[in-house]
């Protein structure tokens, strides 16, 4: 328990001591201190025993493959477009932008689900709200909300670890940052053979923690200190990085790193990301004892400094969403 192993350059990390109870005081402390080796050098690692179910894996990617098997204007009945300011449904490949280019996947976009008469629904606030799901088949509902609240007690467990391994109260962040953490998934599926551009170009993620599920097609590369290197795929492992708000709130100790996807392979990829994110309105401040003048300088493709944002994570998020859906950044949905 609570050995590294390496999968390319990412650590891997037995989170078994963190997940399932009682805890041992000194294994959560060796866990704690390999995932923030982990974020302190490469920005990724792979975990194991992490403690979500094999076959409601195995439900999740049966029903993925059955969904995008439909043709494109059945699976446009649950069209983003439909989802509204909840930024939920389907969108076909090319769809989603990154860096400004239409990116070589489809996907369908889910958050927690949220009744009509919820505040923060009412209140006509992005990016919540109800999910959209397929009428066919009828079983990705039930295996999609129960894979979002497994992975949200999952990436709360984490979060405990890395304020453990911050050296601060590891109930700050729920405290702080994560009273009501905004949590997103996405089903993506990645046609073979994108050409010579990528699937998806080189991009972080925006948030504090990113936990994905692959099948055992490949593609996914990192840019680690020693350059890009590709992160071989497995079935029992998730592969977590921390997004720009973990850098900006470390004050750069933790690498917001970049990666990429590019699908080679004569079949379809299918890659499951869920983000742990800060509330919606949670302002983003420092952790105790971050220090900004201690912040590394480094350069990033898109010319972007996290380090200097100040305001809210909705903020933040919705003028990167913006970017991705123009359409939803001109109210047009």
């Not at 029903?63 to 009945?77: I, L, S, T």
């Not at 940052?177 to 010579?196: A, N, S």
């Not at 925006?206 to 079935?235: E, F, K, R």
């Not at 220090?291 to 919705?318: H, I, M, V």
């Amino acid at each position: 328990m609570g050995e590294v192993g390496v999968a390319g350059a990412i650590p891997v990390v037995d989170v078994t001591a963190i997940v399932a109870g009682p805890h041992d005081a000194p294994a959560v402390a060796r866990v704690a201190s390999e995932i923030d080796h982990a974020c302190r050098t490469v920005g990724f690692f792979s975990i194991v025993g992490h403690g979500i179910d094999a076959a409601l894996r195995a439900a999740l990617i049966d029903a993925a493959e059955a969904f995008f098997a439909h043709p494109d204007d059945e699976k446009a009945q649950i069209a983003m477009a439909r989802g509204g300011r909840a930024w939920r449904g389907w969108f076909p490949v090319g769809g989603e932008l990154t860096s400004g280019q239409p990116d070589h996947k489809e996907g369908i976009y889910f958050g927690a689900e949220l009744a009509s008469d919820d505040p923060r629904v009412l209140a006509g606030t992005p990016l919540h709200g109800a999910n959209l799901f397929p009428a066919a088949p009828a079983i990705l509902r039930n295996v999609v909300l129960r894979y979002i609240d497994a992975c949200t007690e999952l990436g709360a467990s984490l979060m405990r670890a890395i304020g453990a391994g911050l050296g601060i109260d590891t109930r700050w962040f729920e405290q702080a940052v994560t009273t009501d953490p905004l949590v997103l998934f996405r089903i993506f599926r990645y046609p073979p053979d994108p050409g010579p551009r990528w699937s998806v170009a080189e991009h972080t993620d925006y948030g504090l923690l990113t936990i994905l599920m692959q099948d055992g097609t490949g593609g996914l590369q990192v840019h680690a200190p020693s350059g890009w290197i590709d992160v071989p795929p497995d079935p029992d492992a998730f592969v977590c990085n921390i997004g720009d708000m973990l850098e900006r709130m470390t004050a750069g100790q933790y690498r917001s790193t970049p990666h990429r996807v590019r699908n080679a392979s004569n079949r379809s990829r299918l890659s499951f990301p869920f983000f742990y994110d800060p509330s919606w309105d949670a302002l983003v401040q420092p952790v105790p004892g971050a220090n900004a003048t201690s912040a590394r300088a480094r350069k990033r493709w898109d010319g972007a400094d996290p380090l200097t944002f100040t305001g809210t994570y909705g903020d933040y998020l919705f003028a990167k969403v913006a970017r991705v859906f123009p359409e939803l950044g001109a109210g047009t949905f």
